[in-house]
């Protein structure tokens, strides 16, 4: 499974970004999609998943809220609508999926992309 994520930017505190990821290589539809960022210095700290259905959903407590996780299986993409961010939203975001049908945990992926980088400014 190849992931192409972008959208992210520099964005001010209170402001929205909307990330994207597009898959290839498996049935979409058929994968846990989900995003898992890092700051700089931390962790990687799971975000936010969608079943392959998009019935289930599952956010970080830090982003409920806030964060909205969607996909379409149709054009194999599942994005991150990020709105009201916060300086500690700051980090690289990594689309990521997963062989369960949801992952709940930075360990329940199996196919990472590249981080697309979010900096929210005061």
Not at 33 to 55: C, H, L, N, Y
Not at 94 to 114: H, K, L, M, T
Request: hydrophobic share 35%.
């Amino acid at each position: 499974v190849q992931l192409q994520a972008s959208g992210g930017g520099l964005v001010q505190a209170g402001g929205s970004l909307r990330l994207s990821c597009v898959a290839s290589g498996r049935t979409f539809s058929r994968l846990g999609m989900g995003w898992i960022r890092q700051a700089p210095g931390k962790e990687r700290e799971f975000v936010a998943t969608k079943d392959g259905s998009g019935g289930l959903t599952s956010y970080a407590n830090s982003v409920k809220g806030r964060f909205t996780i969607s996909r379409d299986n149709a054009k194999n993409t599942v994005y991150l609508q990020m709105n009201d961010l916060r300086l500690d939203d700051t980090a690289a975001y990594y689309c990521a999926a997963s062989e369960r049908p949801i992952g709940f945990g930075v360990n329940e992926y199996d196919y990472w992309g590249q981080g697309t980088l979010v900096t929210v400014s005061s």
